[in-house]
Every structure is written in structure tokens, then in C-alpha cells.
């Protein structure tokens, strides 16, 4: 299939003003002009790095998922091991180190399922989907010192329940299962 994501329509930035610049968060308001020449004076940009997910399953097929409290929500949800790629850091590389440090899973067979914009419109990364099958635990968590993640081995069966009854919230994470699914009734 051709790449039908390209730069065509592309706006020309006319300035750039940083609003706030935080380890978490950074945004900015351009100036820009579209290419009919016309101008749009406020355009607000969220800078992030990119972010990785991992779909584990253990040896006997279980799913390795996480709950954690999510303070934007105000709710406690389940969730796919997940974090941010550290600078110099390739995906797979990320994705390895996130499964390992928040559930202390590793090994298995690794591929690369997805990548996702968590919002073109308005922010600058991706999420980066990976399978990893046949994954064992070999360690502990060791977890961010804000972190407090509880880990679950769960059926198939109910992570598809928990997709299906809108369970799980979180789109970047939710996309890929759906995908990992829709593979298994072809």
C-alpha cells in the first residue's frame, strides 16, 4: 500500500512562543499561515515525547495488564505496561525496559504492532504498539518513585470482556488490543 501520510497542505509556521516548558509537559502557541495564504493567529501545540505499550503474554496465555490510578480521569483503570522512550532510546528498547521495570516480565518473541498519534491535531508524538508473547516473570517492579502500579494476569477472554463493556479508556491502548483481537478471529 502506498503512504498516504505526507506533507502536502503542510502550514508554514510564522512564530513560535513557548507558553510552559516541564519535563511532563510543553506547549506552545504558533502563528500560522495555511496555504491559501490565510492566517491562524493562535494555534496551540503539546510537545511529548514518544510513548510506548506492550501487549505480554505469559507462556500459558495470559495478558500482563496493570491498573493504576489516572489523576486526569480521576479513576482507577486497567492498562497495558506502558511509558516514555528516555532520549536515545529506540522503541523496542523502551518497550523492553517499561515491561521489565513496572511488572518485572521479560523475554519472549517481540514485534512491532502499531504506531499511533495520540492527537495529530494538537500533539507531537507517538505511541509505539509492540506484541511480545511467551513472556515470563523474572524480577520485581521498580517503579518510578510516583508510580504505584498493580499487576494482573488476566485471561483473554476477559480483556476482550473488559474491551467490549468499555473498561478499558485509554485509546492508545484499547487500538491495539482491538487489533490484537481482530487477528485472533480471522
Keep these: ?26 506547549a506552545r502557541r504558533d502563528v500560522a499561515e ?62 523492553r525496559r517499561e515491561l521489565l521495570e513496572e511488572t518485572g516480565y521479560a523475554g519472549g518473541e517481540w514485534q512491532e504492532w502499531m504506531t499511533l498519534s495520540p492527537n495529530p491535531a494538537t500533539s507531537t508524538n507517538l505511541a ?3 506484541l511480545a508473547v511467551g513472556v515470563e516473570k523474572v524480577d520485581g517492579q521498580h517503579l518510578d518513585a510516583t508510580e504505584d502500579i498493580d499487576v494482573y494476569l488476566l485471561s483473554q477472554d476477559y480483556v476482550r470482556e473488559l474491551l467490549e463493556n468499555n473498561q478499558i479508556l485509554q485509546a492508545l491502548m484499547a487500538a491495539p488490543l482491538w487489533k490484537y483481537f481482530y487477528g485472533k478471529d480471522l
Design 1 to 26: 500500500m502506498e503512504n498516504t501520510i505526507n506533507e502536502d497542505k503542510k502550514w508554514k509556521i510564522l512564530s513560535t512562543e513557548y507558553l510552559i516548558r516541564r519535563p511532563w509537559l510543553t
Design 34 to 95: 495555511l496555504p491559501d495564504g490565510r492566517i491562524n493567529h493562535e494555534y496551540y501545540v503539546l510537545e511529548y515525547p514518544d510513548w510506548v505499550n506492550i501487549i505480554a503474554v505469559t507462556k500459558d496465555g495470559k495478558m500482563v495488564m496493570e491498573r493504576q490510578y489516572r489523576h486526569g480521569l480521576g479513576n482507577t483503570c486497567y492498562e497495558l505496561p506502558c511509558g516514555v522512550i528516555e532520549k536515545g532510546e529506540k522503541p523496542l528498547e523502551a518497550a
Design 128 to 130: 509505539h504498539s509492540f
